[in-house]
């Protein structure tokens, strides 16, 4: 069985939570996405007297991440993952075929501010016999990353290592 996770030293939210920050912006975050005050502009409400740090606008995602069968989850007790990994965090990838990776670098994008290295990892579940020295490993800095390096490394065979770094 094919055990897929991301192993980094920053908490992380899961998939479902990034979703979820996605939905709600403040007055603040609109303008800093680079919409206009006329855009932002509700008809027939009045916007002056609104906190614009408070999170009240929705935003409509496409469906097609909304009903994303992508999980990313907590995982760091997993005694697997620990043995391969000294990183403090671990989470949990389920689900991911070739139509979902644009979604795996969503999640890895959105949160990128938060990270400074990132492991993920394409394993066989429990494989302690494993030598970890031949595990073929590549290091990309993150702003060469594109959607053909995350769909190489999903669609190789186990076990892989990518590991991805910012300055």
Not at 37 to 58: N, P
Not at 60 to 89: F, G, I, Q, T, W
Request: with cysteine.
């Amino acid at each position: 069985m094919i055990y897929e996770f991301i192993a980094c030293n920053q908490k992380l939210p899961t998939f479902q939570e990034a979703l979820e920050d996605e939905q709600m912006k403040s007055y603040n975050e609109l303008l800093a996405l680079g919409l206009s005050e006329e855009q932002i502009a509700i008809r027939g409400v009045d916007l002056k007297g609104i906190d614009r740090d408070k999170k009240v606008f929705w935003i409509r995602l496409p469906d097609e991440l909304l009903n994303s069968p992508l999980l990313v989850e907590k995982d760091s007790h997993n005694p697997y993952a620990r043995y391969l990994s000294d990183k403090k965090y671990v989470y949990k990838l389920s689900n991911v075929s070739s139509e979902i990776i644009p979604h795996v670098a969503y999640y890895l994008l959105k949160y990128a501010n938060l990270w400074r290295e990132l492991e993920i990892w394409r394993v066989i579940q429990d494989d302690y016999l494993i030598d970890m020295a031949e595990i073929p490993h590549r290091i990309i800095p993150l702003h060469v990353l594109t959607l053909e390096d995350l769909e190489a490394f999903f669609d190789r065979p186990a076990p892989r290592k990518m590991t991805i770094t910012q300055p």
